[in-house]
């Protein structure tokens, strides 16, 4: 490293916090999932704003580019380094500031943790509108530049729905500042929209202002075994329109219960399996355990409903659903895949790709889960080499084929941005290539995620 971009990064960051010592970078090398992993040239961890912003211009100057990083939980490989780019992490920079109570917003620096935050306000009577598994790692600022989804966003929609305000670090040191909190804004471009979800290639955001939602204690949570997908989502409807607060509806079938089961040592939920398993979470300020009960009545096999209204309950039935990342990781090295389809096509959706994959790459095991509720099913894929691609392509082709979206909250990374165009149109590429160009003209914030600046190799539609 040249000695003044040394001496620049160590002031940025203090002492202890430049990391090139290869033991000590190792855990910002490699992903969640092991299968996007690289060497950094070093670590830089600033503890606030102003030395995020010194390492940006100091690195820009000196060529050195990189990659964002908050509590290193993404799954497509977009906040690892993958040719000797620097990590820039921000847990550091980890403060809850400018709580209002009243109006419920709260400001955090990105590298406070989903969990930290939702300890902090929900004591106060509020709570986050985002809530996924990873909560104890997952910080604030990934989530925002990642636009997390997560398990309610059929209720409160995704990161970038909580998002009313941004501190971000341009590329070229400048620091962007959108923390008025102001509801309505109307001035000119969304630029807390646009920095959600541009995965670190726009922008570093540093602070983020969250609008929140009222707590809601009384909670009940279903979990029911049913004879297919298409059932479930029959059974969904019913609930979407009988039971009040819905804010979670999520899906997993045998062969992921099998590996929660036997990974996580949990024990059978019914007494027989079942083709699909649908689980459902309502929440209100008065108890919707008797409005889901009634809701569910009709069309659940009283030998495969369980109905939760305790927390420990609760969690009981949760985890059935929430341990399957790790149940699947502890398998082996999966290829994630993520995608949308329109509500009218997800039922056809799992019998055509389990087809499909079963023709194409017949010794993988696909693991389907999701989030039923918003269309989204991740497609887990076992058995395929880290290299071998084309269980995605089958999969992602199918996704196209049906009108559907190759990511619907993973993002793009570096695992999928083969078949970005499958289903982001010319135009739209040309218009996000020109956005990068112009906010990131050097090309020094995670190059090569989401696309390369100049056009690759595409597949055929
Ligand atoms: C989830 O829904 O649990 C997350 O998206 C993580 C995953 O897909 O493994
Ligand atoms: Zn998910």
Redesign the pocket.
Known sequence: MHPELRSRLLAACGPGHLLDDPDLRASYETDWTRRFTGPAAFVARPPDTAGVAAVVAACREFGVPLVPQGGNTG?VGGSIPRAGEAVLSLRRLDRIEDFDPVAGEVTAGAGVTLQALQEFVRPHGWDVGVD???RASATIGGMVATN????RVIRYGPMRHQVIGIEAVLADGAILARLPGLLKDNSGYDLPGLLAGSEGTLAVVTRVRLRLIPARPARAVALLGLPSLAAALELLRAVRRQAPGLEAA?VFFPEGLELVQRHAGLPPPFPRPHACYLLVECAGAHDPAPALAAALESAADPDAALLAVSRPERDRLWAY??R??EA??AEGI?H?L?VTLPAARLGDFESLVRARLAETSPHVRPVL???AGDG?L?V?ILGADPDDESPDDAVLRLVASLGGSISA??GIGIAKKRWLNLTRSPADIQAMRAIKRALDPAGILNPGVIFDLEPPPVVSS
Not at 148 to 151: E, I, R
Request: net charge negative; glycine share 12%; charged share 25%.
């Open positions: 799954l996924l598994a990873s997390a989804g997560g398990v999520e659903r929430e399957h990342t699947i990781s999966p994630k993520d889960f999701g989030h989204n991740h887990n909250e993973h």
